[in-house]
C-alpha cells in the first residue's frame, strides 16, 4: 500500500481544517508506554504526541458488537454547526470548509460551483449535490462500538463532530454508499494510496471517542499497520 492522499485545503474557514500530513495521520493516540499513557506528551488542546499505527490499534478495546436496537436517528444530525448565524448546518459548513474551489454561497446556504477532492476515490467533484458528508466511523458502526450507551448528546455531538478534522469528510456520493456502514474489514476507499491514512484515520476517531473493535476489524487494522511502518496516529480525546 502507498502512502497518503491528502484532503483538500479548506476554501472558507468554517469548520475544523482537513487532514494535512507528510504520513498518514489521523487524530488519535497517547504514550507508547501503557503504563504512561496518562503522562503522554501533549501538544495544543490535550492532542498526544503522534503513535505508530500499531501502538495505536493497541489502545482500542476489543469487543463483540451488538447492532440490536440501533435506529440512525439515534443520532441527531446536522445540526445548526458552529456557526450558528451563517444559514449553514453542519454538513454545509463541513463541505465548505473542504472545498478546494470555493463556491458561491447564496441564501439559505445553498452553494453554486466549486470543487472537492473526493479522498475515497481520487475523484474531483465540481457539483455539492455529488458530495455526501461522510461520518468516517458510521453511525451505525458507533452504536456497535459504544462500551456503554451514549446519551443522546453525546451521539449528537459525534454526529456534528467538527472539533477534529478527522470525524467528517466530504466525499463522493457514490464512495460513501459503497462504503454504508462497513468497517475496514468489510470495506477499503477504491484508492488504495489513501488506505494508511483511512486506516490512521479509523483509529484516531475510535480512540478519540473512545470506541471499541471487534476481533475481525483489529486484525484488518494491524494488516494495515504492517503495510503502514510510518504510519502515525494522533488524536485530541473528546470532551
Known sequence: ?????L????????CALPLLA??????????TDPASAGAAAAGPAGVRAPLPLFEAIDRLPVAAEHREGYKRDLYKHWN???NAGDGCDT???VILAEAVGAPQVTAGC????????????NVVVTDAARLDVDHFVPLAEVYDSEQTPWSAARREAYA???????????????SNRSKSDKDPAEWLPSDGSYHCT?????VGTKLRWDLAVDENERQALLGFAEDCPTTTVVYEPAP
Not at 484532503?7 to 468554517?14: E, M, S, V, Y
Not at 507528510?22 to 504514550?31: I, Y
Not at 456534528?160 to 457514490?174: G, K
Request: charge should be positive.
Open 91 to 93: 454538513r454545509k459548513e
Open 198 to 202: 483511512y486506516a490512521a484515520t479509523w
Open 80 to 82: 445548526k454547526g458552529l
Open 1 to 5: 500500500m502507498k502512502n497518503l492522499v
Open 7 to 14: 484532503r483538500g485545503l479548506p476554501a472558507l474557514a468554517l
Open 22 to 31: 507528510t504520513t498518514p495521520v489521523a487524530h488519535a493516540a497517547s504514550s
Open 160 to 174: 456534528n463532530d467538527q472539533a477534529s478534522p478527522d470525524t467528517l469528510i466530504a466525499v463522493s456520493a457514490a
Open 110 to 121: 445553498k452553494l453554486t460551483g466549486g470543487s472537492w477532492h473526493s479522498a475515497y476515490d
